[in-house]
């Protein structure tokens, strides 16, 4: 890495729960086990079944996390935005290997940070420890909940769920940062489908949508629309 960078990336760090508790010696130790690593859309980080050296943070642009089915069809299992973290549960597990492949959204830059230095790290950092068990939690109760959306809600809550979540607090207009395409893969629905429900949506006077840019109109029945 630039030394020039070592301030922002730092800074960054520090933002994300899981490095907001360390030390500055042990912020800079992270850094200088880290580097960052810039793809171009479309471009793999890691493969399934790769042994697991790194965990990774997104800095700029996002990175999709998924696997390709025996027929062919990929299924994507999570989007990664700016700021946030993934792959960090796997260090616990000795010898592990990554259970999705990973690649880029779009011209992206991601930290890969040195699992087994990590892992060492956490041995003099208890707080740390707290807030990664948090952190792990928090995911599986976020997965918990995507699998009930996914076996017993409609594709329209789905799609509502996704925006009320893409949808800034205080405001009602905003711009979605991911292809469609992208979108309706993470919500198990074919593209077509996307567009008609987004269509139907238009039509009861909930939201209009221009290229990327969507505004909310009735946030309530936007919202009850997320619950059926």
């Known amino acids: 890495m630039q030394p020039k960078n070592a301030s922002l990336i730092k800074e960054t760090l520090k933002q994300h729960h899981l490095f907001s508790k360390l030390t500055e010696l042990q912020l800079d130790r992270v850094y200088q086990n880290s580097q960052v690593i810039r793809l171009s859309?479309?471009?793999?980080?890691?493969?399934?079944?790769?042994?697991?050296?790194?965990?990774?943070?997104?800095?700029?642009?996002?990175?999709?996390?998924?696997?390709?089915?025996?027929?062919?069809?990929?299924?994507?299992?999570?989007?990664?935005?700016?700021?946030?973290?993934?792959?960090?549960?796997?260090?616990?597990?000795?010898?592990?290997?990554?259970?999705?492949?990973?690649?880029?959204l779009s011209?992206?830059?991601?930290?890969?940070?040195?699992?087994?230095?990590?892992?060492?790290?956490?041995?003099?950092s208890t707080d740390t420890c707290l807030q990664l068990l948090a952190a792990m939690s928090l995911r599986l109760r976020s997965l918990v909940n995507e699998i009930d959306k996914l076996t017993l809600h409609s594709g329209t809550c789905r799609v509502a769920s996704y925006l009320v979540q893409e949808m800034p607090e205080g405001?009602?207009?905003?711009?979605l940062d991911i292809a469609k395409n992208i979108i309706a893969a993470r919500l198990s629905i074919k593209p077509?489908?996307?567009?008609?429900?987004?269509?139907?949506?238009?039509?009861?006077g909930i939201l209009s949508i221009d290229?990327?840019?969507?505004?909310?109109?009735?946030?309530?029945?936007?919202?009850?629309?997320?619950l059926l």
Do not use: C
């Open 211 to 226: 290229g990327n840019s969507v505004i909310i109109h009735d946030t309530e029945k936007l919202k009850q629309q997320s």
């Open 192 to 204: 077509e489908t996307f567009s008609r429900i987004i269509k139907n949506l238009k039509e009861q």
């Open 41 to 104: 859309d479309g471009e793999i980080l890691f493969n399934q079944r790769e042994q697991v050296r790194s965990f990774y943070m997104v800095l700029r642009g996002g990175i999709k996390l998924f696997i390709m089915s025996a027929d062919g069809q990929e299924k994507i299992i999570e989007i990664v935005k700016p700021g946030q973290v993934f792959a960090e549960a796997l260090m616990f597990a000795d010898q592990a290997d990554y259970p999705v492949s990973s690649a880029a």
């Open 171 to 175: 405001e009602k207009e905003f711009k």
């Open 107 to 124: 011209d992206t830059e991601v930290l890969s940070i040195n699992a087994k230095n990590f892992k060492n790290m956490l041995w003099d």
